[in-house]
């Protein structure tokens, strides 16, 4: 079974903090994905990157940054966290044209 | 812009109905169309379908894809209080495009 870990499930920073959220997968898969999930808006896409060292924007990158030194590791980082960045943060990974695996998910609160 | 749009948003039925889920696709780079169940946690992986007109099954859950009017369904038959849950489709290739998902509620 595909495992994609996120190292917390929930976790609470204030406003101005730099925050890292880090994704494990453990299936060698190219593909790696940072989603945020809000009531009514489903899953928008920050990040994602296709390759060691290889980073592309998605729908919303504004505010975030991302790094993938390891294959198996995708980290996002909020700069500066803001009040409108509290969320539910969603990791996933996949092989080459395959369907995407999620990690549990992190539940962030920005105060 | 590219747009995956669910229908219905919500939905509300008892246990032994039959339920269709609804998923339309403007997606520029598409190949695939997803569909995944989210309960408390992480969506997890339900259907894959690349191939119009070609039916997926997984027990009392299918999934059918329209590639040529751009949508796809899923039917749960026989529903159950644990098909309670959020569905979501995503279509694309590599880079997939969500939609905001439809909500089922299965009533005793």
């Known amino acids: 079974d595909v495992k994609v870990t996120q190292s917390s499930r929930y976790l609470v920073k204030r406003t101005g903090e730099k925050v890292f959220l880090e994704c494990v997968q453990d299936m060698d898969h190219e593909n790696m994905f940072w989603y945020r999930q809000d009531p009514g808006l489903g899953l928008r896409l920050i990040y994602f990157?296709?390759?060691?060292?290889?980073?592309e924007k998605g729908d919303i990158p504004e505010g975030y940054s991302v790094s993938r030194e390891k294959k198996e590791r995708f980290s996002l980082i909020l700069e500066s966290a803001s009040t409108n960045q509290t969320s539910m943060y969603l990791c996933?990974?996949?092989?080459?044209?395959?369907?995407?695996?999620f990690g549990d998910g992190t539940r962030l609160s920005i105060l | 812009e590219d747009k995956v749009v669910q229908s219905p948003l919500s939905l509300v039925v008892h246990e032994g109905d039959t339920v269709t889920l609804n998923c339309s696709y403007e997606v520029t780079n598409f190949r695939s169309l997803l569909w995944y169940k989210q309960e408390k946690k992480a969506p997890t992986f339900l259907f894959m379908l690349?191939?119009?007109?070609i039916e997926k099954k997984s027990g009392r859950l299918s999934s059918i894809l329209d590639k040529k009017e751009l949508f796809s369904i899923l039917n749960i038959t026989a529903t159950q209080t644990g098909d309670s849950a959020i569905y979501l489709c995503?279509?694309?290739?590599?880079?997939?495009?969500f939609g905001s998902g439809t909500k089922l509620n299965v009533k005793p």
């Open positions: 990157s296709y390759d060691v060292k290889m980073k």
């Open positions: 996933a990974s996949s092989g080459l044209d395959q369907p995407q695996h």
């Open positions: 995503a279509g694309g290739f590599n880079k997939f495009y």
């Open positions: 690349t191939s119009s007109g």
